[in-house]
């Protein structure tokens, strides 16, 4: 079909709807955690020792390097451990903003204070460790200290995150099963985590789960082996497995033609324009008024904006920070899959809807899957196509395709030629000439 | 057979020159000189950079093809001090590079030339702009550009030459008439944008009192050429333009 036709079909809908909706929902929320709140208090009252199964493991960055450190259990004790933690199942399950909230603030942080450096002996962080590095949940007893703080609260900035409790000790009350691999990792303090990490992705290990590892310090060279707050480590290992990746694209033949996909989750539209060429890399987000990490005080959509050439970056992002990682995670994954390489520019528009920050695996995982789905080229001649999510479709030239999507941008071609690098221009070879 | 002497200062900046695209390189070596041809791993930047044999102290050289890497040796000659000179060996034994600065010796393992990127083909372009000018002029425009942006054009219009940029919030634009330049000609207007990454590394190389011929044509590799220490080396880039969205 079309790219034009393609596109207008693409237009959003109902999403009048999807914002009343958001505005009913941050109520339900605040129910939601005033529930586990009072739940909590029922569990622990009385009794310091807590007993669950924990599919996660936290680590602060407040005070670095002595941070605050934990393993992440369901309050309620009969709720499936395994659907608490981040993965990839979330998108492939269709959870919206309230499901991941509901899901976050359900869990406790059984956590203590510890330098990043994790001095030998620390039972603690050995146990937190094996539950970083188990395949599947552990059931795991805590030893609480006698009060509890069970304040949870939403505020417009801060993901929402379930109660704390201070951890006297911990035991395992089963024994963790760890993959081989992972075993590999954790007993070679040789191993540079870059290439540890690379390892365990190649083994089939997903993001997710290389990250728990990663964080609790079981990675790299032994006398570098740190804890690394949560939040970072998402990104660090998206750059990490995404440099890895990068690596293997680089010598893959050119694409050597225009597709473009389309994909939408949580209020995030994402359009993902692969071209001709070499490798080169831009993500560009334009970001509602009313937003999460919308700063504009003027009511205008916030762009921001940041690029690579075929050799990678060498400094982390000015703007976009985490985004841009987990974007280009999913798209190099593309690009390895098919065995090919090319020009990709990544579009996403925040809108409205997207009403509390969920963490960066969303905008991860609307990219990975832009691709599913038949290919714009198989599907060209094809008059049934509905446009949906993760159908691609062709287009004449990289700058059409995209002169194309600007259209149902929120945002003029003026200000997007302003922003975008490879809008405005992409890179030629020598050889071209 | 290799066996030449060299000022330090000619090789640094010979060696300077050619790290702009690229860490590792393939030398040719014969009766006229020394010569290096090499294109960056994303096929952008290409640097062709000739020493005529009697740019050295003493030259003596049958045809040979040295694998070199171009980091390791810019650290070894970066130890020699201005007006040192540099002896260099090839040994027929061990096939591995003897270098000796003032009493310093360093045999440096040579890379099989086979294992190196192709030496590229150059391109035949016409190039319809031609500008001569000081290093320094190109540089400042280079700087400037890079304080607004990451891409930035070179151009010729109404009988002067410019170099332009404009970023998400500021311009910046240099023009510079026909007058206020050593030559300019132009058979028609022309304009390419290039990316700042490579513009910025070649700028390091390029001596700000070396004249500078420019060509440039639509949206096409731009040429500069310009000579080392005052005409002991030649050297010339050729840079791959960002292809503009019309």
């Known amino acids: ?433 | 057979m290799f066996q030449a002497k060299i000022n330090a200062g000619l090789l640094q900046s010979s060696i300077d020159a050619v790290g702009v695209f690229v860490d590792e390189c393939k030398v040719r070596v014969d009766s006229e000189g020394l010569s290096v041809k090499a294109v960056d791993p994303a096929n952008v930047g290409m640097v062709e950079l000739d020493v005529p044999a009697d740019s050295f102290d003493s030259f003596e050289a049958d045809d040979e093809l040295l694998g070199l890497n171009l980091t390791k040796f810019d650290d070894i000659i970066g130890m020699a001090k201005a007006g040192d000179v540099v002896a260099l060996e090839l040994d027929p034994e061990t096939g591995k590079l003897k270098i000796q600065i003032d009493g310093l010796r360093y045999t440096l393992s040579l890379i099989d030339p086979e294992s190196i990127h192709q030496e590229p083909n150059v391109p035949d372009l016409d190039l319809p702009g031609e500008v001569v000018l000081a290093g320094a002029e190109i540089n400042r425009g280079i700087k400037a550009s890079g304080m607004v942006s990451d891409h930035m054009a070179f151009g010729v219009e109404d009988k002067s030459f410019y170099m332009s940029a404009e970023g998400d919030q500021d311009d910046v634009r240099v023009d510079l008439t026909e007058d206020e330049v050593i030559s300019l000609t132009a058979e028609e207007d022309a304009r390419s944008l290039f990316s700042l990454d490579y513009l910025e590394s070649m700028s390091k190389a390029i001596p700000s009192d070396a004249q500078v011929t420019l060509y440039v044509g639509s949206d096409f590799p731009v040429r500069m050429e310009f000579e080392l220490q005052g005409g002991d080396a030649d050297v010339s880039y050729l840079l791959a333009p960002r292809i503009e969205n019309e």
Do not use: C
């Not at chain 1, 207008?8 to 709140?37: G, N």
């Not at chain 1, 899901?103 to 406790?108: D, E």
């Not at chain 1, 032994?222 to 290992?237: F, G, K, N, Q, Y």
């Not at chain 1, 560009?284 to 005080?297: D, I, Y």
């Open chain 1, 1 to 433: 079909m079309d790219l034009g036709d393609y596109v207008r079909e693409l237009e959003p809908t109902e999403e009048r709807r999807k914002r009343e909706l958001a505005r009913k929902k941050s109520y339900e929320i605040l129910d939601h955690m005033e529930d586990v709140e009072n739940e909590f208090s029922e569990v622990v009252q009385g009794d310091s020792l807590y007993g669950s199964t924990a599919p996660s493991v936290f680590v602060g960055r407040s005070n670095y390097p002595r941070v605050n450190t934990g393993v992440l259990q369901p309050v309620a004790s009969e709720a499936d451990a395994s659907d608490h933690a981040t993965s990839s199942d979330w998108y492939g399950r269709g959870l919206e903003i309230d499901d991941v909230l509901s899901r976050r603030t359900s869990l406790l942080n059984s956590r203590r204070k510890a330098e990043v450096t994790r001095p030998k002996g620390e039972r603690f962080l050995e146990i937190q460790q094996e539950v970083a590095a188990a395949s599947e949940p552990v059931d795991v007893e805590v030893q609480l200290d006698g009060s509890p703080d069970i304040d949870v609260s939403l505020d417009a900035l801060r993901t929402p995150t379930g109660p704390n409790a201070r951890a006297v000790d911990a035991d395992l009350a089963e024994n963790p099963s760890v993959p081989r691999a992972v075993e590999k990792a954790l007993g070679d303090g040789d191993w540079k985590a870059a290439d540890a990490a690379g390892y365990l992705y190649e083994k089939g290990l997903d993001v997710y789960d290389v990250q728990r590892v990663f964080s609790t310090g079981g990675l790299g060279v032994e006398d570098d082996r740190r804890l690394v707050p949560t939040r970072w480590s998402i990104t660090a290992v998206d750059d990490i497995i995404g440099k890895h990746l990068h690596q293997e694209i680089q010598t893959n033949p050119e694409l050597g033609e225009t597709r473009v996909y389309y994909n939408e989750y949580m209020g995030n539209r994402v359009w993902v324009v692969l071209g001709a060429g070499r490798w080169e890399f831009e993500l560009v987000e334009m970001k509602a008024p009313g937003s999460v990490w919308n700063p504009r005080p003027d009511g205008e959509y916030y762009m921001a904006s940041a690029s690579e050439g075929y050799g990678g970056r060498t400094q982390y992002v000015d703007e976009t920070s985490g985004a841009y990682y987990a974007s280009r995670l999913g798209v190099l994954e593309h690009l390895d899959d098919i065995g090919r390489q090319a020009k990709a520019l990544v579009l996403r528009a925040v809108g409205e809807e997207y009403w509390a920050p969920v963490g960066v695996w969303h905008v991860r995982e609307v990219v990975r899957n832009a691709f599913d789905g038949p290919l714009g080229w198989e599907e060209a001649s094809d008059t049934d196509d509905t446009g949906e999510a993760g159908r691609g479709a062709e287009a004449e030239s990289f700058h059409d395709a995209v002169d194309e999507v600007a259209d149902y941008l929120p945002v003029s071609r003026e200000r997007l030629r302003q922003k975008s690098t490879m809008y405005n221009a992409v890179q030629s070879g020598l050889g071209d000439f």
